[in-house]
């Protein structure tokens, strides 16, 4: 009988202990969620100098990008060349 009682006590300490630790691995991952979030509105946010710099190097990038397509012309394929086959 009181082997029995042993494991008991034994058996809800283990419980516990499993519950706790549950506990405080979602613990765990909420601050990691946090910090993760925090630092997504530190570089992503409306007027943050790292998301402010980004988009000014982006704009410039998209402006070299078109400013070359613009002086290069309309020298690409459009698709309407001779597909008879015959080489003319």
């Not at 993760?36 to 943050?48: E, P, R, S």
């Not at 990038?61 to 459009?78: F, L, P, W, Y």
Request: glycine share 14%; charged share 15%; hydrophobic share 40%.
């Amino acid at each position: 009988m009181l082997d029995q009682t042993k494991y008991k006590n034994v058996q809800a300490q283990l419980a516990q202990k499993k519950e706790k630790q549950k506990g405080a691995s979602m613990i765990e991952y909420a601050l990691v969620v946090a910090a993760v979030v925090a630092l997504a509105a530190v570089f992503f946010g409306t007027d943050g100098t790292i998301s402010q710099a980004m988009k000014t190097k982006m704009t410039s990038v998209a402006g070299d990008i078109t400013g070359s397509e613009a002086s290069a012309g309309t020298g690409g394929t459009s698709g309407a060349g001779d597909t008879s086959g015959s080489g003319n």
